[in-house]
């Protein structure tokens, strides 16, 4: 069992910058690709941005060139930089531990994120 403690969310100006961490348990962190995922209200839980176990990191159009993902495998963290905060970045955002091969797949609570206009 792996466990997710998101924080960092708030309410910010449009515009604004937030950062938000995931510190995770166990030992397995190294072997992980790690996500951020983002539910708005009425709306689909949505992928934001992930970073895989050796690094590389993808991104949703809709945040690519805001937002920045990064890992520190010696804190068993992963983090969220969100730049240029727009409303529509509003919404609960989660993280997720993944390691396919062998089906570990545990996620956060959430943090909640408000960009005001």
């Known amino acids: 069992q792996v466990q997710l403690v998101e924080s960092g969310g708030g309410l910010v100006q449009a515009g604004g910058s937030l950062r938000l961490s995931c510190a995770t348990t166990g030992n397995r962190f190294s072997w992980a690709d790690m996500g951020w995922h983002r539910q708005a209200p009425g709306k689909q839980r949505e992928l934001v941005a992930v970073?895989?176990?050796?690094?590389?990191?993808n991104y949703s159009d809709s945040v690519k060139g805001r937002f920045t993902i990064s890992r520190d495998n010696t804190k068993n963290t992963v983090y969220l930089q969100m730049n240029s905060l727009k409303p529509e970045d509003t919404g609960v955002y989660y993280c997720?531990?993944?390691?396919?091969?062998?089906?570990?797949?545990?996620w956060g609570q959430g943090t909640q994120v408000t960009v005001s206009s």
């Open positions: 970073i895989a176990r050796g690094g590389s990191p």
């Open positions: 997720n531990f993944r390691i396919s091969w062998i089906g570990s797949d545990f």
